[in-house]
């Protein structure tokens, strides 16, 4: 095993479609992005699935945790920050280290895996995947290293030079992590989400309400090409990040990358309205972007901040936590047809919530075409006894040589 490489290209694969789990509060997080540097490590350890399972409970708390304590973004640092220090701790739990080396392990790691959010601003390339796999790589590496002696910058967080004083809020503010007491649960796994749709989780809930107002639309005969505007109104976070209050002009841009696309809701909610559907490859190929109807809808579409989704996207009672919007789509006669959705219908408290079924046929839809049924098959009976397994060499799913030969590749680099 090499597990900081293998950390790194599953990494990057698990980030590609923007296809994972999301915890949304004070800042960003994608805390599935703790299971491929975690696993490999464990893979590398000869460790079974209940270690796993404990490292897996420690990155996502911490990851969750800094999450809601401390927010990045206000400060243009990007949201794997807070992995780095996760991930390490994760695999500290894995492998049962003394605290001291967690520590210095989680100090290394934030050092080297802190850096601006540029890589999801403007036009969106696929580093986008490989800074969150990068950050696992710089985990598993700063743990074999505090394993070896070497400490790390410390106090990293809150030093007269650290991470608070000069890229965050400054010299003397303090900051407050939940992190749960001695012996308590860690349970911050249960409030994270999943995705029904490839695309960012404020893109759920707006996916799922063009996708009933295109339903609605065409029942009653309107047709798409008389839409003069369709507004918006969502939180503080959707607007800015993914909306038109980003002054991102690359998210109107056919010819955009598709990790641009997915942080487009303008697009998205276009797409998702003439289709009433949405895929992970097919609503973000090429010749799908550059429908000519599909860019002039797209660009009537705009985003504005509405007080009341941004302080729902913040609340903290879950019945009214909310990462939806407000459409009002205006007609070319002046009529207007508008509607809400506050959360994902794949969200708990949705309209067709996500359970284990709907979990497993969102790993066989990913599937198609190349991985077969009956190693399909194996792979959920393995995972779906993931407290039992002794060799989790059983997670490593097996391609046929066809599929491995039509993969594309890249030029050759320096190693």
């Known amino acids: 095993?090499?597990?900081?490489?293998?950390?790194?290209?599953?990494?990057?694969?698990?980030?590609?479609?923007?296809?994972?789990?999301?915890?949304?509060?004070?800042?960003?997080?994608?805390?599935?992005?703790?299971?491929p540097p975690i696993l490999a490590a464990a893979q590398q350890a000869g460790k079974g699935g209940r270690e796993l399972i404990r490292g897996l409970a420690t990155g996502y708390e911490i990851q969750v945790d800094l999450v809601r304590g401390i927010c990045l973004h206000e400060h243009k640092i990007d949201h794997v920050a807070h992995l780095g220090p996760s991930a390490a701790a994760g695999i500290g739990t894995l492998l049962d280290l003394d605290v001291e080396t967690i520590y210095q392990a989680i100090g290394q790691a934030l050092h080297t895996t802190t850096a601006t959010r540029q890589s999801r601003k403007g036009e969106i390339s696929s580093w986008k995947a490989f800074a969150p796999a990068f950050a696992g790589k710089m985990a598993i590496e700063a743990v074999d290293r505090a394993m070896r002696g070497e400490g790390a910058p410390s106090p990293i967080w809150e030093g007269e030079d650290g991470v608070i004083a000069w890229l965050l809020s400054g010299p003397g503010h303090e900051y407050t992590v939940p992190l749960p007491a001695e012996g308590e649960e860690k349970r911050a796994i249960l409030d994270t989400y999943t995705k029904e749709h490839s695309a960012e989780y404020q893109s759920q809930a707006p996916i799922d309400l063009a996708r009933s107002m295109g339903e609605r639309l065409a029942a009653e005969g309107r047709d798409l090409a008389d839409v003069e505007s369709i507004v918006l109104h969502t939180s503080h976070?959707?607007?800015?990040?993914?909306?038109?209050?980003?002054?991102?002009?690359?998210?109107?841009?056919?010819?955009?990358s598709r990790e641009t696309l997915d942080h487009s809701i303008m697009y998205i909610f276009a797409v998702a309205l003439e289709d009433r559907s949405w895929h992970h490859e097919r609503s973000y190929a090429p010749e799908r972007a550059n429908r000519p109807e599909t860019i002039e809808l797209w660009h009537k579409i705009s985003t504005v901040e509405d007080p009341e989704w941004t302080r729902r996207y913040h609340s903290s009672d879950p019945n009214e936590k909310a990462f939806g919007a407000r459409a009002v789509i205006t007609f070319k006669d002046g009529s207007v047809v508008e509607d809400e959705l506050a959360v994902a219908d794949a969200h708990p408290l949705g309209a067709r919530p996500f359970a284990r079924e709907q979990y497993i046929e969102k790993f066989r839809t990913l599937c198609e075409g190349v991985v077969s049924r009956e190693e399909q098959d194996r792979f959920l009976a393995a995972v779906q006894d993931l407290e039992n397994l002794t060799d989790l060499a059983e997670l490593n799913i097996e391609l046929d040589e066809d599929v491995l030969a039509k993969a594309p590749t890249v030029g050759e680099g320096l190693f």
């Open 237 to 256: 976070h959707t607007h800015y990040v993914i909306g038109t209050g980003s002054n991102d002009p690359q998210k109107f841009d056919p010819k955009a």
């Open 1 to 35: 095993y090499a597990a900081e490489w293998a950390a790194l290209a599953n990494g990057t694969a698990v980030r590609e479609l923007d296809f994972h789990d999301t915890f949304l509060a004070a800042d960003y997080s994608h805390p599935g992005d703790n299971i």
